[in-house]
């Protein structure tokens, strides 16, 4: 029995230290920060509407649609995470390459 997923991406690390220039690291520095932005944005929108749940909940249903304009802002969050990631992964030097992962076997 074969005991792969064929055509998964799979990640190749460095075999070397790797050394990042002062260039670079602001670069991961910065997606760094724009993810946490973006993060304690939403916990800010979602904090807001819990507050005001308490306090007027007649208004539930206005920052109910706050926060799924927020949130509905096209995947926002994802799309720094995957910034980040490519980011760092580029400066790394990990690098990505078609093949098969073999899976783990039940002993």
Do not use: Y
Not at 21 to 41: A, C, T
Request: proline share 7%; hydrophobic share 40%.
């Amino acid at each position: 029995m074969n005991n792969a997923i064929p055509s998964q991406r799979v990640k190749i690390l460095p075999s070397q230290p790797v050394t990042l220039s002062p260039d670079q690291i602001r670069e991961i520095s910065s997606s760094l920060r724009n993810l946490r932005h973006d993060i304690n944005n939403r916990i800010m929108v979602i904090a807001a509407a819990c507050e005001m749940a308490k306090t007027k909940p007649d208004k539930c249903v206005e920052m109910l649609a706050a926060i799924e304009e927020s949130m509905g802002k096209p995947n926002r969050i994802q799309k720094a995470a995957l910034q980040l990631t490519e980011v760092f992964e580029r400066n790394i030097g990990i690098t990505k390459q078609e093949g098969v992962v073999p899976t783990a076997v039940a002993a």
